[in-house]
């Protein structure tokens, strides 16, 4: 049986989140939990909190047991763009792209 969480619009780039995914995908949730603990990545913490969320999940169904949980699945999609501008010199404006992203996870028994 699944459970799942999921994060939307997180701070943090999609491309960059995917790295901090592809640490966790198929470990077990402890496991999971230590390395994102000592990763120095800003996604690291949001993951970490994701997978805790999804582990509370699990524990409130009651159907499944919590020791035998495992990242089944960790994807990380594009979320809405924040368009501002920084002023530059002469007059001048360049844009910034403050993006985002939707981050979710499944975790599933072994």
């Known amino acids: ?3 799942k969480a999921s994060l939307r619009y997180a701070r943090v ?3 960059k989140a995917r790295l901090v ?3 966790v995908r198929g470990k077990d949730v402890g496991y999971a939990i230590k390395t ?6 800003k996604t690291a913490d949001l ?5 805790e969320s999804a582990v509370a999940n699990a524990d409130y169904k009651k ?3 919590l020791d035998k949980l495992y990242v089944k ?3 990380v999609d594009e979320g809405p763009v924040l368009k501002r501008w920084r002023p530059r010199a002469q007059g001048r404006a360049f844009g ?4 985002t992203s939707h981050i979710n996870v499944v975790l599933d028994e072994r």
């Open 73 to 75: 699945s960790v994807w």
């Open 13 to 15: 780039g999609a491309q």
């Open 21 to 23: 995914a592809d640490a």
């Open 96 to 99: 910034v792209r403050k993006k």
């Open 63 to 65: 159907s499944i047991d």
């Open 36 to 41: 994102l603990t000592f990763l120095n990545k």
């Open 1 to 3: 049986m699944e459970v």
């Open 47 to 51: 993951m970490k909190k994701l997978i």
